[in-house]
């Protein structure tokens, strides 16, 4: 199905070269596209100008098919030793009774937790944002400065890019119904000094809380957006790369994986690698309605 004039736009918008590669000659006939998404409110467009690109050709939905595999969270492949990921410390008293708080009680304890040392030197915790019963989740890494000033995820020039990103599927995180307007939540809930890498121990402090956010919202799609939102919620620590294509799976959902906005802002050839994550996201998803 051609892109429309308003599609086309918000692709260059992320930078995006609007391109269809023809199709491998053992790949087999695509399956009729369904319905799009529902058009998404408005949102912001980020500050980077697109990229400059002769006459555009027709972008190519991805279509997931059996070459992609599903990865389970709980039994997920074996990986190379020098990929293991550290076993996380154990959780703190504070957190054995998060996975039977409700919304109020987890932001409650989210905005008093004292488990870890980041409690010292942040300013805010960022608990998340968006429709409590979404149907998509992203989850990201840790707050920067700009997330652990204002308390929410997803802010600034990362923020910008994330919004055009779910504008281009139809998705938003301002308010709308829970087909369309997303949760947005990341793995630690406070910043770590000077935006540093988190640290194992910090990450399993936290998981508890995220856990309980996934099992409140219930999403039909789980988006994973960099290497320490894969790592928490796979268990997985190879690059991104190797991990992009397949179907996961956490605990009976599927999980996509992708790159980070902020990545993309320094590595803006790799767009175009996002764009397929998120072809293949919106795929899945429109499984799961029987659409």
Not at 121 to 135: I, L, M, P, Q, Y
Not at 260 to 284: G, M, N
């Amino acid at each position: 199905m051609p892109w429309t004039e308003r599609q086309q736009a918000l692709l260059q918008g992320m930078g995006l070269r609007i391109w269809s590669p023809p199709p491998p000659a053992a790949l087999r006939p695509a399956a009729p596209q369904a319905a799009p998404l529902a058009a998404p409110v408005p949102v912001e467009m980020p500050a980077e100008p697109p990229a400059e690109s002769p006459t555009p050709a027709v972008a190519q939905r991805v279509e997931p098919t059996p070459a992609h595999p599903v990865v389970s969270a709980r039994t997920p492949p074996a990986a190379p030793a020098a990929a293991a990921v550290p076993p996380p410390s154990a959780p703190s008293p504070q957190a054995t009774g998060v996975a039977a708080m409700d919304w109020p009680a987890l932001r409650e304890a989210v905005a008093g937790c004292q488990a870890c040392a980041l409690c010292e030197s942040r300013k805010n915790t960022v608990f998340g944002v968006g429709h409590t019963s979404a149907e998509w989740m992203i989850v990201g890494e840790a707050p920067g400065e700009q997330e652990d000033q204002q308390g929410e995820p997803f802010v600034g020039a990362a923020g910008q890019l994330l919004d055009a990103m779910l504008q281009a599927i139809g998705l938003t995180r301002v308010e709308a119904d829970a087909a369309h307007q997303v949760f947005i939540a990341n793995t630690l809930k406070c910043r770590p000094p000077r935006n540093r890498n988190p640290l194992p121990e910090e990450l399993a402090q936290c998981a508890p809380f995220l856990h309980r956010q996934i099992a409140l919202v219930r999403p039909k799609v789980l988006l994973a957006m960099g290497r320490f939102a894969i790592q928490q919620l796979l268990g997985r620590d190879e690059p991104i790369g190797r991990l992009r294509g397949q179907i996961h799976d956490y605990h009976g959902t599927p999980v996509i994986v992708t790159y980070h906005p902020a990545y993309l802002l320094r590595q803006p050839t790799e767009k175009a690698k996002a764009w397929e994550d998120l072809c293949l996201a919106v795929s899945v998803y429109r499984q799961r309605q029987g659409r």
